[in-house]
């Protein structure tokens, strides 16, 4: 392995929000824990973007900046990773992912429509649509055969609903990790398009697709679509950049686009990050070997979490993990209730986890671990976790107790 992925580097004095002992205190009310929540990793970037980085540092000048470089090194990066042809007209820029969603929902919704989503999903999702005036509307996806799958009864008939504007799907799925089908996708699309509801798609996962699988972009299924179509990519979570704030928003429907751009004008964004384009160029062009070594570390990493938890918390159960370093975690088997679970694991083993009920109700007695780390200190928290369970007499072969006061 050319790459070295094994290395623990300090984040804790470094800014970072998934380390900083503020973000925990908010969030766990404590600061003491050992963090596996957000979706940053704790790896280096590639080396070609810290040159690229540093080149532009000693340059001394860091103004107002605009090139392109950075999107022709995109639209190079998904023709040839998933043949998609994407023109750069088509691209608008957002500093986030989750910025471009709320631009969305104030471009093409009203204040009281209902957006729909798909829980359990990336709780940012339903925070834009309430804090632009709509309405949460989920379809919840079902488990069947210890498998997620999506109710399309439900979905039709919630997309049927004359007040249904916008559906925000999320593909590679955050958090259950599942890449869903062309055939999945092609009939979610049919029934927005039959029922004129616009779709945003957060791709942002779409190169982290683990075991040989392969993502499907939604707008290379159909051009009949891209009428109802816009979708969201960036290189944050893919090489671990979302400090420098850039996203690629492709939009082909002119009217679409020039909804949404408004949005952008109307809140004074899309200038890029002069960092930023240095650091997506260098990504998308001279990074891709760095990306298979983290994606076969990441595949260790999952099967790793797995054994350990057959040998250690044999009742956890998983799903068919597919893409994303975030693994679904479920600890119903347990028999705990959900403020108990994170009793347990926030306060006891001092791990920072995503509860699952962040995601919404369907999440209840799950936890989203984040495996973007070091083996060693992956293997550490979970010592940790399997300790706390098994002090509780619920370890291997131990009779389920009660939880008593923890």
Same mark, same amino acid.
């Given at each position: 392995?050319?790459?070295?992925?094994?290395?623990?580097?300090?984040?804790?004095?470094?800014?970072?929000?998934?380390?900083?002992?503020?973000?925990?205190?908010?969030?766990?009310?404590?600061?003491?824990?050992?963090?596996?929540?957000?979706?940053?990793?704790?790896?280096?970037?590639?080396?070609?973007?810290?040159?690229?980085?540093?080149?532009?540092?000693?340059?001394?000048?860091?103004?107002?900046?605009?090139?392109?470089?950075?999107?022709?090194?995109?639209?190079?990066?998904? /023709?040839?990773?998933?043949?998609?042809?994407?023109?750069?007209?088509?691209?608008?820029?957002?500093?986030?992912?989750?910025?471009?969603?709320?631009?969305?929902?104030?471009?093409?919704?009203?204040?009281?429509?209902?957006?729909?989503?798909?829980?359990?999903?990336?709780?940012?999702?339903?925070?834009?649509?309430?804090?632009?005036?709509?309405?949460?509307?989920?379809?919840?996806?079902?488990? /069947?055969?210890?498998?997620?799958?999506?109710?399309?009864?439900?979905?039709?008939?919630?997309?049927?609903?004359?007040?249904?504007?916008?559906?925000?799907?999320?593909?590679?799925?955050?958090?259950?990790?599942?890449?869903?089908?062309?055939?999945?996708?092609?009939?979610?699309?049919?029934?927005? /398009?039959?029922?004129?509801?616009?779709?945003?798609?957060?791709?942002?996962?779409?190169?982290?697709?683990?075991?040989?699988?392969?993502?499907?972009?939604?707008?290379?299924?159909?051009?009949?679509?891209?009428?109802?179509?816009?979708?969201?990519?960036?290189?944050?979570?893919?090489?671990?950049?979302?400090?420098?704030?850039?996203?690629?928003?492709?939009?082909?429907?002119?009217?679409?686009?020039?909804?949404?751009?408004?949005?952008?004008?109307?809140?004074?964004?899309?200038?890029?990050?002069?960092?930023?384009?240095?650091?997506?160029?260098?990504?998308?062009?001279?990074?891709?070997?760095?990306?298979?070594?983290?994606?076969?570390?990441?595949?260790?990493?999952?099967?790793?979490?797995?054994?350990?938890?057959?040998?250690?918390?044999?009742?956890?159960?998983?799903? /068919?993990?597919?893409?994303?370093?975030?693994?679904?975690?479920?600890?119903?088997?347990?028999?705990?209730?959900?403020?108990?679970?994170?009793?347990?694991?926030?306060?006891?083993?001092?791990?920072?986890?995503?509860?699952?009920?962040?995601?919404?109700?369907?999440?209840?007695?799950?936890?989203?671990?984040?495996?973007?780390?070091?083996?060693?200190?992956?293997?550490?928290?979970?010592?940790?976790?399997?300790?706390?369970?098994?002090?509780?007499?619920?370890?291997?072969?131990?009779?389920?107790?009660?939880?008593?006061?923890?």
């Amino acid at each position: 392995m050319m790459y070295d992925f094994d290395s623990i580097i300090d984040r804790r004095s470094s800014n970072s929000v998934k380390w900083s002992g503020l973000s925990l205190r908010q969030l766990y009310g404590r600061s003491d824990l050992k963090p596996f929540w957000i979706a940053d990793m704790d790896f280096a970037v590639a080396p070609a973007i810290q040159t690229a980085v540093m080149e532009k540092a000693k340059h001394g000048i860091y103004g107002y900046s605009h090139g392109d470089s950075h999107v022709h090194a995109f639209i190079d990066w998904v /023709k040839r990773r998933f043949n998609w042809k994407v023109r750069a007209e088509w691209i608008q820029h957002t500093p986030g992912v989750v910025t471009a969603l709320n631009l969305a929902v104030n471009a093409f919704c009203e204040p009281g429509d209902q957006v729909m989503i798909q829980e359990p999903v990336y709780y940012p999702f339903a925070n834009a649509i309430r804090n632009n005036g709509c309405h949460v509307l989920s379809n919840d996806l079902v488990i /069947k055969n210890g498998a997620y799958e999506i109710d399309f009864a439900d979905f039709a008939e919630k997309a049927r609903r004359p007040d249904t504007r916008m559906f925000i799907l999320c593909s590679p799925h955050n958090p259950i990790g599942r890449l869903w089908t062309r055939e999945e996708l092609a009939r979610m699309m049919e029934i927005c /398009k039959e029922n004129n509801v616009i779709v945003v798609a957060d791709e942002i996962h779409c190169d982290l697709v683990l075991h040989g699988s392969r993502h499907q972009v939604v707008a290379e299924l159909d051009r009949a679509y891209h009428r109802h179509l816009v979708t969201c990519m960036a290189p944050s979570k893919t090489f671990n950049l979302a400090g420098l704030q850039m996203s690629f928003i492709v939009i082909e429907d002119a009217e679409l686009r020039r909804r949404f751009a408004r949005q952008i004008q109307k809140n004074g964004l899309g200038m890029p990050n002069a960092f930023a384009i240095e650091a997506v160029t260098a990504a998308y062009n001279e990074s891709e070997d760095w990306l298979e070594e983290l994606l076969d570390y990441l595949a260790d990493n999952a099967a790793f979490v797995r054994g350990f938890c057959r040998e250690y918390l044999s009742r956890v159960r998983f799903f /068919k993990h597919e893409a994303t370093y975030l693994m679904w975690l479920d600890f119903r088997d347990y028999g705990l209730k959900d403020l108990d679970l994170q009793t347990l694991i926030f306060h006891q083993a001092k791990i920072a986890m995503d509860a699952g009920v962040w995601f919404g109700h369907c999440g209840e007695g799950f936890m989203r671990l984040n495996i973007a780390a070091p083996r060693a200190v992956l293997e550490d928290a979970l010592r940790d976790l399997a300790a706390v369970f098994k002090e509780r007499g619920m370890g291997p072969d131990q009779p389920e107790t009660a939880m008593g006061n923890l």
